[in-house]
């Protein structure tokens, strides 16, 4: 199942505003940031976050989604994009800002993937992390109960996200190897016009994925109802329609 660049910005504005959050938080003066890439850029919008922090500095985006790096391209036409995957991933030479929204939780090994990324820094340069932490989140408990019950088990009843640690996991990893290390954990509340279906399109983008990969067009469709319908007594519709989805998400900007 590949990533849909126009299923993912359907609530960009929401998607964009943690990794301002992220950005504004570098420590990193922006004459010292020459090169920063972003990696996971997805359709582009945190590309566009780090490039107005430091305008002076040679951006770059990477993403394993050509759909992605399609829509990235057509919104940044000046920058430039490459197809990549991040657990692959090898700096050609030590960037200032290593900007990864919302895109490491995808990744395993964490143990061994962020002492690679500090490794690719410059000293005093930082690796700036968002990823969501939401997996106790009602979206996350119905989408696995769905799954590991009747007919779905045999078909999705394995699916799985990488491990994902608390924020103190994080810092005892990092902390011997930079100058500062900031961890903190925020949680939005995003108004989500168009009830329980809003918070149905917003996962099918992402954490629904790995549910959803397995099956085919129908089968799809018929594990999105049952989620639909799941979830409809997970979250409160309000007197006009918005559905407010509380979203914790947890933050490293790591400091060389």
């Not at 020459?34 to 430091?54: K, M, Q």
């Not at 995808?106 to 992390?129: E, F, I, M, N």
């Not at 790995?210 to 799809?220: E, V």
């Amino acid at each position: 199942m590949s990533w849909s660049a126009q299923k993912y910005s359907a609530f960009e504005a929401e998607r964009t505003r943690p990794v301002r959050d992220l950005v504004a938080a570098i420590p990193t003066p922006e004459a010292q940031v020459r090169r920063a890439v972003d990696l996971g850029c997805g359709p582009g919008n945190s590309t566009e976050v780090l490039a107005e922090h430091y305008p002076q500095a040679e951006v770059t985006g990477m993403d394993s989604s050509q759909d992605m790096i399609d829509a990235a391209r057509k919104r940044l036409p000046g920058t430039a994009f490459a197809l990549a995957d991040i657990e692959t991933w090898q700096a050609d030479a030590p960037y200032d800002v290593i900007l990864a929204n919302a895109s490491l939780q995808w990744v395993p090994d964490h143990a061994t993937l962020y002492p690679r990324l500090l490794q690719s820094l410059t000293p005093g340069g930082a690796l700036a992390v968002q990823t969501p932490d939401n997996l106790d989140e009602p979206a996350h408990r119905v989408a696995r109960e769905l799954a590991a019950s009747g007919r779905w088990a045999d078909r999705v009843g394995q699916a799985t996200h990488p491990d994902r640690h608390a924020g103190e996991w994080y810092y005892e990893l990092l902390y011997r190897q930079c100058a500062r290390v900031d961890v903190w954990r925020t949680t939005y509340t995003h108004a989500l016009a168009g009830g329980t279906q809003a918070v149905v399109d917003w996962f099918t983008a992402s954490a629904l994925r790995p549910f959803l990969a397995p099956l085919d067009d129908a089968g799809r469709s018929a594990f999105l109802q049952d989620y639909h319908d799941a979830i409809d007594g997970a979250y409160t519709t309000l007197s006009d329609g918005t559905v407010l989805l509380p979203f914790p998400r947890l933050f490293v900007v790591a400091t060389r």
